[in-house]
């Protein structure tokens, strides 16, 4: 029996059932049922992600799943294995035994009585990552996914690295995921099991920080995982979102291009959120795509999703740069194809400060002098939601850059995919970072960020093997920037700068290396897209009136610079935030600190750090989570260090430190 097309659904929810895997541990999930006549089976939608269903992440659950049910899917949200009220243990991301998991959860679904065996799978970042790799391994149950800014390589297009250059959002995070995965059970929804879930949880806690600064380069820890290393696995209906101030931004468009007639891409100015609450606007109606797409591929509704442009992107428009912007400005662009036959690729060449249309003299060359002291204006590595992280007027930053610039632009320029710098350089060191950014300067000065891209010189391109440098000797460089989409007005010049470092973003090289650029060898290729995209045929569904832009929580930023000392010390807060959910009489509440300095004459004197707290709350009874992790360096080691506490009624339950010393080779 058939379900009945536009008719919403009376729900079923399941609090709380046990998926039992092969090895006897029990993944929770949670369940959304539409009410319907007896005989009839529906397709299921699966999130998967180890963000505690019951707690952390339960309102914004509520926001997707219910509304999937209403329109006739069974939606489940599962716990990962050691996270929220499931059984067993975590010590990293992206393991074997979760993907397996995954697997083995798919057929589950597909076996239930209420389940026709058609499933679909979706998240976003680590969820959206998981049903990448889940569809890779092409379950016959799986038949289409969505993957929100999530990562198709988890060494260049993730939190940890970025152009083989170690990230400081690598040292948030390793405080940030042992502190989740700390976290008990809900003893109301596991029962009288939940310590002793608890206690195995603690015993096997884990400092996953030390792999992610241990593996330098793209090696078989980071391979793993990455969905790019088999191009052609994915064969079911792929929808890929992302956002283009969010780290992850590069995968949408690098998936497409390598997916055949199987994917299709939304990119919008958006950063780390699900698009019905984007930040910066203007959102989209994620719920009401996501009908549609499922509609399509798992209920076989003929709507036209197939027939939609293959990549839908918001197109930037210049606006003054500002650390908070509310709505971008812009327009939706659709290509039928990508890579597509509208783009066509505009050179320029450096000179002596200038960005032109012919190369220079040979033998004309430009030294890169090291300095520490580019980043100030860089805002946070992605947008994660974070209050005031966007990039400002990349001005202060440019005066201590190398800098190449255009005339005025006679005609508009616009730029969508990957920008490509082709360089001929040497160093006075083996090892040597280059940053690269590609800028919009307005007539009045003011210089907003397009895209930038962050090169280890002494690895391949693509952070496969190392290359020291031979000192003083030429060799040649091409450095990829992230896809970007984004219009240059007439009147407006494009400025190249680039430097040594980016801190408090990018941890700083062992040595200051100065490099020399071979002018007549230098070249910036853009792609530029003509005048015959079909714009005017893009349409998405409007964020529905309750969802408005993601309302990040006020951090309190502060920067000191201390001319005397050289000392530049940046942070920032989240103060305690509660929230509470009085149908389970339990509150969750979340504070965060971060601390990055550096003393601007030393690469070596770099310090991040890192503390997470959570407190859960139910009448008389307390847990508490503290988390901290610091990373230091010296020209040889990486040297970080971490502390796990958890409490009990407040006293303390468990504690763990941790102060490995790694080998620094190649970054």
């Known amino acids: 029996m058939s379900l009945v097309r536009d008719h919403l659904y009376d729900l079923e929810e399941v609090e709380?059932?046990?998926?039992?895997?092969?090895?006897?541990?029990?993944?929770?999930?949670?369940?959304?049922?539409?009410?319907?006549?007896?005989?009839?089976?529906?397709?299921?939608?699966?999130?998967?992600?180890?963000?505690?269903k019951r707690d952390l992440v339960r309102r914004r659950d509520e926001r997707n799943h219910p509304f999937f049910a209403r329109h006739g899917y069974a939606s489940v949200r599962v716990d990962m294995r050691g996270s929220g009220d499931s059984e067993g243990v975590m010590t990293d991301m992206y393991s074997a035994a979760e993907l397996d998991d995954a697997l083995q959860v798919i057929a589950w679904i597909a076996r239930q009585g209420w389940c026709d065996g058609?499933?679909?799978?979706?998240?976003?970042?680590?969820?959206?990552?998981?049903?990448?790799?889940?569809?890779?391994?092409?379950?016959?149950?799986?038949?289409?996914?969505?993957?929100?800014?999530?990562?198709?390589?988890?060494?260049?297009?993730?939190?940890?690295?970025?152009?083989?250059?170690?990230?400081?959002?690598?040292?948030?995070?390793?405080?940030?995921?042992?502190?989740?995965?700390?976290?008990?059970?809900?003893?109301?929804?596991?029962?009288?099991?939940?310590?002793?879930?608890?206690?195995?949880?603690?015993?096997?806690?884990?400092?996953?920080?030390?792999?992610?600064?241990?593996?330098?380069?793209?090696?078989?820890?980071?391979?793993?995982?990455?969905?790019?290393?088999?191009?052609?696995?994915?064969?079911?209906?792929?929808?890929?979102?992302?956002?283009?101030?969010?780290?992850?931004?590069?995968?949408?468009?690098?998936?497409?291009?390598r997916s055949g007639d199987r994917a299709w891409g939304i990119v919008g100015p958006w950063g780390h959120h699900y698009p019905d609450?984007?930040?910066?606007g203007p959102g989209i109606g994620f719920q009401q795509e996501a009908l549609r797409w499922w509609d399509r591929w798992l209920k076989g509704v003929e709507n036209g999703v197939?027939?939609?442009?293959?990549?839908?992107?918001?197109?930037?428009?210049?606006?003054?740069?500002?650390?908070?912007?509310?709505?971008?400005?812009?327009?939706?662009?659709?290509?039928?194809?990508?890579?597509?036959?509208?783009?066509?690729?505009?050179?320029?060449?450096?000179?002596?400060?200038?960005?032109?249309?012919?190369?220079?003299?040979?033998?004309?060359?430009?030294?890169?002098?090291?300095?520490?002291?580019?980043?100030?204006?860089?805002?946070?590595?992605?947008?994660?939601?974070?209050?005031?992280?966007?990039?400002e007027d990349q001005g202060v930053d440019d005066a201590n850059a190398l800098t190449f610039e255009s005339a005025p632009l006679s005609e508009p320029l616009e730029i969508l995919g990957a920008p490509l710098l082709t360089l001929a350089l040497s160093a006075d060191r083996p090892l040597a970072t280059l940053v690269a950014r590609l800028n919009d300067v307005a007539p009045d000065g003011t210089s907003a960020r397009i895209v930038f891209a962050v090169r280890n010189l002494g690895l391949e391109e693509g952070g496969r093997n190392p290359r020291p440098l031979d000192r003083n000797q030429?060799?040649?460089?091409?450095?990829?920037?992230?896809?970007?989409?984004y219009r240059v007005a007439r009147g407006h010049r494009l400025r190249l700068a680039l430097s040594s470092s980016y801190w408090p973003m990018v941890w700083p090289g062992p040595t200051d290396a100065t490099l020399r650029l071979h002018l007549d060898e230098a070249a910036l290729a853009l792609p530029c897209r003509l005048a015959s995209g079909r714009e005017a045929e893009v349409s998405l569904a409007h964020p529905p009136l309750h969802a408005g832009s993601h309302a990040a929580p006020r951090l309190l930023r502060h920067r000191e610079d201390d001319a005397e000392s050289k000392r530049r010390v940046t942070r920032w807060h989240l103060p305690m935030e509660r929230q509470g959910f009085g149908a389970l009489?339990?509150?969750?509440?979340?504070?965060?600190?971060?601390?990055?300095?550096?003393?601007?004459?030393?690469?070596?004197?770099?310090?991040?750090?890192?503390?997470?707290?959570?407190?859960?709350?139910?009448?008389?009874?307390?847990?508490?989570?503290?988390?901290?992790?610091?990373?230091?360096?010296?020209?040889?080691?990486?040297?970080?260090?971490?502390?796990?506490?958890?409490?009990?009624?407040?006293?303390?339950?468990?504690?763990?430190?941790?102060?490995?010393?790694?080998?620094?080779?190649?970054?």
Not at 208 to 227: C, K, M, N
Not at 277 to 280: D, E, F, V
Not at 368 to 385: H, I, M, N, R
């Open 16 to 52: 709380h059932c046990w998926i039992p895997l092969a090895d006897g541990v029990r993944l929770s999930a949670r369940l959304w049922l539409p009410v319907v006549p007896e005989g009839v089976t529906v397709p299921a939608i699966l999130e998967y992600i180890p963000y505690r």
């Open 118 to 257: 058609k499933v679909g799978m979706m998240g976003t970042s680590w969820g959206g990552t998981s049903s990448l790799q889940a569809a890779a391994r092409r379950p016959p149950e799986l038949r289409a996914i969505i993957a929100v800014c999530a990562t198709d390589n988890r060494f260049d297009d993730d939190i940890h690295h970025m152009g083989g250059c170690l990230l400081t959002d690598t040292v948030e995070w390793g405080a940030t995921l042992p502190a989740i995965l700390a976290l008990p059970p809900d003893p109301d929804t596991v029962g009288p099991d939940w310590r002793a879930i608890w206690l195995e949880r603690l015993e096997a806690a884990a400092f996953p920080l030390e792999a992610w600064i241990r593996h330098e380069t793209r090696d078989a820890y980071w391979q793993w995982g990455s969905v790019d290393e088999t191009p052609d696995a994915i064969d079911c209906p792929l929808l890929a979102i992302g956002g283009w101030v969010d780290r992850y931004s590069n995968t949408v468009m690098n998936l497409l291009r």
């Open 277 to 280: 609450q984007a930040s910066p």
């Open 306 to 391: 197939d027939r939609e442009p293959r990549l839908r992107v918001w197109m930037q428009d210049y606006q003054p740069p500002s650390k908070t912007i509310q709505q971008r400005a812009g327009r939706w662009i659709g290509e039928d194809r990508w890579p597509s036959a509208t783009i066509s690729e505009k050179r320029f060449f450096l000179d002596h400060g200038r960005l032109g249309e012919t190369a220079c003299d040979p033998e004309r060359t430009a030294v890169l002098e090291p300095s520490l002291k580019v980043g100030v204006a860089s805002g946070d590595t992605g947008y994660f939601g974070r209050h005031c992280g966007l990039a």
């Open 474 to 485: 030429v060799c040649r460089a091409e450095i990829a920037f992230p896809n970007t989409a």
């Open 585 to 667: 009489s339990l509150a969750l509440s979340v504070e965060s600190r971060a601390v990055q300095e550096i003393d601007l004459t030393d690469p070596n004197s770099a310090c991040a750090a890192f503390e997470q707290r959570f407190l859960l709350e139910r009448g008389d009874w307390t847990a508490e989570v503290r988390s901290e992790a610091r990373l230091r360096s010296t020209a040889g080691t990486f040297n970080p260090t971490g502390r796990l506490q958890v409490w009990e009624d407040g006293a303390l339950l468990f504690e763990r430190r941790w102060a490995p010393v790694v080998p620094r080779r190649f970054s």
